[in-house]
């Protein structure tokens, strides 16, 4: 018996959901994906739709939602967003149908029971208001009638039952026409049964496989992928950054990318369509109109589904993908704003460059610009003593106990500069010096920021100024950067921007808080990152603290202009005063819980200046001593961590690598050597490391330790210092291939790599696990400052392989 898509003539009786019943399924279905209770959800939301943020939240509201972490936080966040999105479209669609009086009971229950927006699409496609089909013209010609007769009698022969429909005033001039017209009725009624698209979805989910093949004539122009030129993997199974090389292929007019299922199955009837026939049971057991159902089934895979459900597949395949690679973004600007800073210290800024000079910027140790200079060292103008001359002066002049080392080009000749300096300067009195990632540096010295902080300065000194600033407070300096110019992510420009912002800046915004600033020398766009605190009210800040000379007390905010009562809450517990008039200001403890700390602190029989910092005093007290109707005891116990060590900061203690003297070029590099040097860029398929030669060496992902290893996070972030040998290296496509795995292991690796490339001698094709294009973002560039993933290429399909 056929089954019919969800439809009726009769109006339902149900009624709406209510709004308290649909906060529940939302709360229930958010606390279900994070791992918390229904209570801690509502609690979240409440405060959320109250103007708290996530900050304050995890941190100063850990009673009210016991206890949930900024992450779950964020997601929870996230997920409202989405579910509220959803529920808003779910009434528009249940008033929608209810309008044309075709909501039924059934249908209400469809609806209400839908769990992604797809699903509520699918069951809203018969209902939704569309332009004049071929099936509806077939419906206002009358044969309707007769597709119905024909679905539900196979036994009767098409052509004959046709004959009675011919009408040439309703433009049906023969039998033909008429079978047309009913075919298209069919097709459409297919293509819209929500239960059957469900099912061929999922279908194609499990079974589809993405193709890609070189456009003609596209050859030269697409070199970069040429790995994709004839290429497919599983649907289900390809990975984010293969993904987007793949849209980015396609969006240049090189590739053309399908998804297809059961491409190689040679059965009379495919897989899905039968599917199709089955829903409708068609069959062909010799009737008379068996084979025209049959028919009608399989154009309306072809025609109809196919190609609908690869568009959304592929859709749904974009969004996870760069989903993925937000995700890692984030991950690697999160542990580039963490890295440890090297401290408040003088510190000589040097911004690399060959024929324009190198750049130099001395910064106090508050950050303050005190004095700037150009050397030029190298080609033409060769003057290393009048550049050696130079810095001495200045390191003598402001007492430097820093020196900051551009990243980029000529940077390890300057570092060598450097490092001839400091052999003219007794060790007591000798500055360290560190070459600094720059990425992002030029894109704040251009700013209008920038302009303002250093109005008289020439752009290319505030970079050297913004690179001393990066080595002092890494956290500090970068707030004043678009989180996307620091280029730590993969395929950034091919996600949806608004998506990558809004995850960025709630990196930025979580890492700020967590560290804290200093309320009397952080700037505008520091403060601006800090919980309540907008771009407006974070100037109004710094022009109070202008026109006061310095904040005294935390209290002293609610004298800003505009800075009300919640903002107040919201920001107060991550401002620091340090030297102020009330010691507590300098620590994490929120000023509502200082009554609580100074209870804490009288049962200790100190005061609060001579507890803050000795542990043994408070390990004698009990902190549920302490809980009651306001404070419960994870605040008690933040303040006890606090007052232990106050204004604690969360990130690790400032070490640097050990670069290699005599390695300075790629062509330096030999297989078996063995470096010390920085991660600069963690990705799904490994990580990015700078041995000091221009161009980062990838570590892949089978090659990070010596166990499996599924994410390359688990094991490395961007800034850790890191052991690796040199694998292989490619002078001229700039490629280095590195390891972290045992000497032991090593030496197996090299014997399994040489075997692959025997037995590669072209590209992987038609292959899951085949290499990507490389470079910038998936782009071989040559460079791998901007996208840090110039090896990918080389080695995804060998290492997946060895993987597997």
């Not at 029971?113 to 077939?138: F, G, H, N, V």
């Not at 119905?148 to 036994?155: A, K, T």
């Not at 996600?495 to 967590?514: G, I, P, W």
């Amino acid at each position: 018996m056929a089954t019919a898509p969800i439809s009726a003539s009769t109006p339902s009786s149900a009624s709406p959901e209510t709004a308290a019943a649909t906060a529940l399924r939302i709360s229930n279905r958010i606390a279900n994906e994070i791992g918390c209770k229904p209570g801690q959800v509502n609690a979240a939301v409440q405060m959320l739709d109250e103007g708290s943020t996530v900050p304050f939240i995890a941190r100063y509201r850990k009673e009210a939602t016991d206890g949930l972490d900024d992450s779950q936080l964020r997601k929870l966040e996230e997920r409202l967003i989405y579910l509220r999105e959803l529920e808003d479209r779910r009434a528009a669609i249940t008033k929608s149908i209810d309008e044309q009086g075709k909501l039924t009971s059934d249908l209400s229950q469809a609806i209400q029971s839908a769990d992604t927006k797809s699903q509520l699409e699918d069951i809203y496609l018969p209902y939704k208001k569309k332009r004049r089909t071929k099936a509806q013209i077939a419906r206002e010609a009358g044969l309707e009638p007769l597709a119905n007769l024909l679905l539900g009698s196979p036994d009767r022969a098409p052509e004959t039952e046709a004959a009675s429909f011919i009408s040439k005033d309703k433009g049906i001039p023969d039998v033909k026409a008429a079978l047309d017209g009913a075919r298209q009725i069919l097709m459409e009624r297919f293509a819209e049964n929500a239960e059957l698209v469900g099912r061929l979805r999922r279908y194609m989910e499990e079974r589809g496989v993405v193709q890609s093949k070189l456009i003609d004539g596209m050859a030269d122009k697409g070199a970069k992928f040429a790995d994709y030129f004839d290429y497919s993997e599983s649907w289900a199974k390809i990975p984010s950054h293969r993904a987007l090389a793949l849209f980015r292929g396609r969006n240049e007019g090189i590739l053309s990318v399908e998804l297809t299922v059961d491409a190689e199955d040679a059965s009379p009837v495919l897989p899905a369509v039968k599917m199709v026939a089955d829903t409708y049971a068609i069959r062909d057991l010799g009737r008379p109109g068996d084979k025209w159902l049959m028919e009608a089934a399989r154009f309306a895979w072809k025609v109809k589904l196919a190609l609908h459900l690869e568009l959304d597949l592929m859709g749904v395949l974009r969004d996870k993908a760069e989903e993925e690679a937000i995700q890692v973004f984030a991950k690697n600007l999160k542990d580039l704003l963490l890295a440890a800073p090297a401290g408040s210290k003088a510190t000589l800024g040097l911004d690399p460059g060959i024929r324009t000079g190198v750049k130099v910027a001395v910064v106090d140790e508050t950050g303050k610009l005190v004095d700037t200079a150009t050397i030029y060292p190298f080609q033409p103008r060769n003057d290393v003593q009048g550049a050696r001359a130079t810095l001495l002066a200045l390191i003598a002049k402001h007492k430097i106990g820093l020196i900051a080392i551009g990243n980029g080009t000529a940077s390890r000749e300057t570092d060598k500069l450097a490092g001839d300096v400091l052999t003219d300067i007794p060790a007591a009195q000798r500055p360290v010096k560190v070459i600094v990632n720059e990425a992002g540096a030029s894109v704040y010295s251009a700013s209008e920021l920038a302009a303002k902080e250093m109005p008289d300065i020439d752009v290319s000194l505030r970079g050297a100024a913004s690179i001393a600033r990066r080595l002092q407070d890494p956290l500090a300096e970068l707030v004043k950067i678009e989180p996307k110019s620091i280029g730590v992510g993969q395929y950034q420009h091919d996600v949806n921007q608004s998506k990558l912002a809004r995850a960025l800046d709630a990196v930025v915004e979580d890492a700020v808080n967590a560290v804290g600033v200093d309320l009397n020398t952080a700037s505008p766009a520091l403060l601006a990152r800090i919980s309540g605190l907008s771009d407006s009210l974070a100037k109004a800040v710094v022009d109070h603290r202008e026109s006061i000379g310095r904040f005294e007390k935390r209290m002293q905010l609610k004298d800003v202009p505009r800075l009300g009562a919640k903002a107040f809450e919201l920001c107060a517990g991550f401002l620091r005063i340090n030297g102020g008039s009330e010691p507590l200001d300098a620590s994490s403890v929120h000023p509502e819980a200082y009554p609580l700390a100074k209870r804490i602190v009288k049962a200790c029989g100190r005061d609060v200046s001579q507890i803050m910092g000795d542990s043994a005093l408070l390990k004698n007290h009990d902190p549920t001593e302490f809980t009651d109707e306001t404070f419960g005891l994870p605040t008690v116990k933040d303040i006890f961590a606090e007052l232990e060590k106050p204004g604690r900061d969360p990130r690790p203690e400032f070490k640097t690598a050990a670069l290699q003297d005599g390695v300075e070029e790629i062509s330096d590099l030999k297989t078996g050597m063995k470096l010390e040097g920085t991660v600069t860029n963690v990705t799904n398929f490994g990580a990015f490391v700078d041995v000091g030669v221009h161009q980062d060496g990838l570590v892949h992902v089978s090659q990070l330790a010596d166990r499996f290893v599924d994410d390359p996070h688990q094991v490395v972030k961007a800034g850790d210092i890191v052991k690796v040998t040199i694998l292989e290296v490619d002078v001229p496509r700039k490629r280095i291939s590195m390891t972290m795995k045992s000497q032991a292991d090593y030496q197996g690796q090299r014997e399994r790599s040489a075997q692959d490339r025997n037995k590669s001698h072209s590209p992987a094709q038609g292959k899951p696990g085949g290499r990507g294009p490389s470079g910038k973002n998936g782009v071989n560039s040559g460079s791998s400052r901007d996208g840090n993933n110039a090896m990918a290429a080389a080695l995804a399909a060998a290492m997946n392989k060895k993987r597997k």
